[in-house]
């Protein structure tokens, strides 16, 4: 065999500050770890945008999922009140109840449906909720507004019987009734959602689609996918612990950096495991 | 400190480039008798209720008994209630709908006044949050608007 001319091997770092590769034990240079022994940076480049694209797109999927969520949560809650409202007022005219113990049962039960449904929204909007702080007002005050409403310049003492049962009507109705203009909102966000959702899976299908192995790209939008939602959940779990009650900002930060750090973190566990001698293998690579 | 209790035309003021004037009197001290009820009148624009033509009267009535002209009224509406209570109707899955408790308001109106949101007087940002924090409860502002004059 005829001796190859003395020349590096090969490169690899940016230009500039490259390792020259050598052969024979004049090498002084510290062993890579295993791979590919011509590694380009430009290699590495790519990998971290797939990695800031991946987790950009968990990211779309946790947000996807937080509309989703929070639509049906107000669509649920304007629901209930409406009809704990109608309910009171039929038992008032039926004569189960008097006019005034229905109003004061309406006056909690609206808080009460609102803790309810609130167990269902997302760690945003829930702490969106708890940031007004505004606690609801006692039955006297409620009387007290609904008297200066229907008899301006009056008080619940100075009325008769007829009209102090218009007051407690009037507390009752005012128990199931919702700002339209916010509920109106409910649709879009639904719709927002879940176009969110369907362009999240058409990014993954489509990069499956272009990849040279197929089943590896599905396992890592996969596990990249899971590990956003995993981190997601993670970091609401412990946004009371971590934000206290009431902190929207601290909790949408943390909410963001849990499902990137999930994505990455699942990402590169992905990427582990199907560097596996046997993976790849099963892979067909 | 100067007497804030009776409206005054400062009230409506705005500087020389068009921001509205707060009342360092007011900032961290209890505001005046009238200021106050206004707070409270205003914030019921924000409450996670339907207002119908009599709870747009009765907040006209309490905005009318405060003597506050309307320029003030305006003011005091977008730029000290709104940014306290604008979250109320963001809140899911639903704030506050009788109305908010007295004391948290007016805690929340004057820490805002003492502190003031980042870049507040750069007229485009300050602007844009205006609209931000009115958007959902303009419509309900200018019927009472109308039934102020």
Redesign the interface.
């Known amino acids: 065999m005829a001796d190859r001319v003395p020349q590096p091997l090969c490169q690899f770092g940016p230009i500039g500050a490259a390792l020259l590769i050598d052969t024979g034990t004049l090498n002084r240079q510290a062993s890579r770890a295993p791979g590919p022994l011509c590694h380009d940076a430009r290699q590495a480049d790519e990998r971290q945008l797939q990695q800031a694209l991946a987790a950009l797109q968990s990211q779309a999927e946790l947000f996807a999922w937080r509309y989703i969520t929070d639509a049906h949560a107000r669509q649920a809650y304007v629901q209930r009140i409406a009809e704990s409202s109608r309910q009171l007022l039929e038992d008032v005219r039926l004569g189960r109840l008097s006019a005034e113990e229905a109003a004061r049962i309406a006056n909690g039960a609206r808080n009460v449906i609102m803790d309810e449904v609130r167990a269902i929204t997302s760690a945003i909007g829930r702490a969106g909720a708890e940031a007004t702080k505004a606690s609801g007002l006692t039955l006297d005050m409620a009387l007290d507004k609904a008297v200066k409403k229907l008899f301006p310049g009056k008080t619940l003492a100075e009325l008769g019987t007829a009209q102090k049962r218009q007051v407690f009507a009037e507390v009752i109705e005012a128990s199931g009734r919702s700002s339209p203009r916010f509920t109106s909102q409910v649709p879009k966000w639904s719709r927002f959602g879940k176009g969110l959702a369907v362009v999240t899976v058409a990014i993954s299908v489509y990069t499956i689609w272009q990849a040279q192995n197929k089943l590896r790209q599905g396992v890592k939008e996969g596990a990249t996918l899971a590990g956003g939602a995993l981190g997601g959940a993670a970091a609401t779990a412990s946004a009371g612990l971590v934000c206290g009650p009431g902190a929207p900002v601290c909790v949408t930060v943390l909410f963001v950096v849990g499902g990137i750090a999930g994505a990455l973190l699942a990402d590169k566990a992905a990427e582990q495991l199907l560097s596996q001698r046997d993976v790849v293998a099963w892979l067909g690579e | 400190m100067s007497d804030v209790s009776a409206p005054s035309a400062n009230d409506a003021a705005k500087d020389p480039a068009g921001h509205p004037i707060h009342h360092p009197v007011d900032d961290g001290h209890a505001p005046s008798p009238a200021r106050r009820e206004a707070w409270l009148a205003l914030s019921e624009l924000f409450?996670?209720?339907?207002l119908d033509a009599?709870?747009i009267a009765?907040i006209a009535?309490?905005l009318r008994a405060t003597g506050l002209p309307a320029g003030a009224l305006q003011q005091l509406y977008q730029h000290e209630v709104a940014p306290v209570?604008w979250?109320?109707?963001?809140?899911?899955?639903?704030?506050?709908?009788?109305?908010?408790?007295p004391a948290?308001?007016v805690n929340a109106v004057q820490q805002h006044l003492a502190r003031p949101p980042l870049l507040h007087a750069w007229k485009p940002l300050q602007h844009w949050r205006v609209t931000r924090w009115t958007a959902?409860?303009r419509?309900d502002w200018l019927r009472v608007k109308a039934l102020l004059v």
């Not at chain 2, 409450?47 to 339907?50: G, K, P, Q, V």
């Open positions: 409450l996670d209720t339907a009599a709870d009765a009535r309490r209570c979250r109320n109707l963001q809140a899911v899955p639903g704030g506050a709908w009788a109305g908010f408790e948290w308001l959902r409860t419509d």
